[in-house]
């Protein structure tokens, strides 16, 4: 089964993904519901085996996630001119902006927002661990450890608040409101 734990996120090059969540990958964006068996069918294995190396739908759905906010995260990063923290502030912008305008994740938080929300920020999935020690790689790496509070805790909070801001609309009712997110992990990460 993949693994729980991110290994430190490199940002250098392209990340690779796994031949059958590339699959899934693709199922998920054009918008459709992941199909177990239609993914196994198309990955070649059977259902079982794909149950038993991969887990459950919601952690192909989770293995999915991270695979596009990876391969984001890596393009922004080695698209931006800025170093220090307004890099990883840059960088946490446009994601954040991307994540909201995605279409295939929009379809998924109206289709089934219980699930969305479940994988996207549950600690007993893939996104939000990864999310916050991928975070804490990128502040390490732009100015060191060097920080009163840990990393891992200041990026945790840093998602939270990425988390609340860009699905207030399914959480609060309320539009996302990504200026307001940004001003604020600025601030923290000043």
């Given at each position: 089964m993949?693994?729980h734990?991110a290994?430190?996120?490199?940002?250098?090059t392209?990340?690779?993904?796994?031949?059958?969540?590339?699959?899934?990958?693709r199922?998920?964006?054009?918008?459709?519901?992941?199909d177990?068996?239609?993914?196994?069918?198309?990955?070649?294995?059977?259902?079982?085996?794909?149950?038993?190396?991969?887990?459950?739908?919601?952690?192909?759905l989770?293995?999915?996630?991270?695979?596009i906010?990876?391969?984001?995260?890596?393009?922004?990063?080695?698209?931006?001119?800025?170093?220090?923290?307004?890099?990883?502030?840059?960088?946490?912008?446009?994601?954040?902006?991307?994540?909201?305008?995605?279409?295939?994740l929009?379809?998924?938080?109206?289709?089934?927002p219980?699930?969305?929300?479940?994988?996207?920020?549950?600690?007993?999935?893939?996104?939000q661990?990864?999310?916050?020690?991928?975070?804490?790689?990128?502040?390490?790496?732009e100015?060191?450890?060097s920080?009163?509070?840990?990393?891992?805790?200041?990026?945790?909070?840093?998602?939270?608040?990425?988390?609340?801001?860009?699905?207030?609309?399914?959480i609060?009712?309320?539009?996302?409101?990504?200026?307001t997110?940004?001003?604020?992990?600025?601030k923290?990460?000043?």
């Open positions: 993949l693994s734990a290994a430190t996120v490199d940002l250098t392209e990340p690779e993904v796994d031949p059958v969540i590339a699959h899934a990958l199922q998920f964006l054009r918008e459709s519901r992941i177990m068996g239609e993914l196994a069918t198309e990955a070649g294995i059977g259902r079982a085996t794909l149950y038993r190396r991969y887990g459950d739908r919601d952690r192909v989770g293995e999915v996630l991270w695979a906010t990876q391969r984001a995260w890596a393009r922004l990063w080695r698209a931006s001119p800025q170093r220090g923290m307004a890099r990883v502030v840059a960088v946490l912008d446009q994601a954040m902006r991307d994540t909201v305008a995605s279409p295939a929009r379809a998924l938080l109206e289709r089934d219980e699930t969305a929300l479940r994988v996207l920020t549950s600690q007993q999935g893939v996104v661990h990864r999310l916050v020690t991928g975070l804490a790689d990128l502040i390490r790496a100015r060191g450890d920080s009163e509070i840990p990393l891992t805790k200041l990026a945790y909070a840093v998602v939270r608040l990425a988390e609340s801001f860009c699905y207030s609309d399914v609060t009712g309320a539009p996302p409101d990504i200026d997110a940004t001003e604020i992990i600025r923290l990460l000043a």
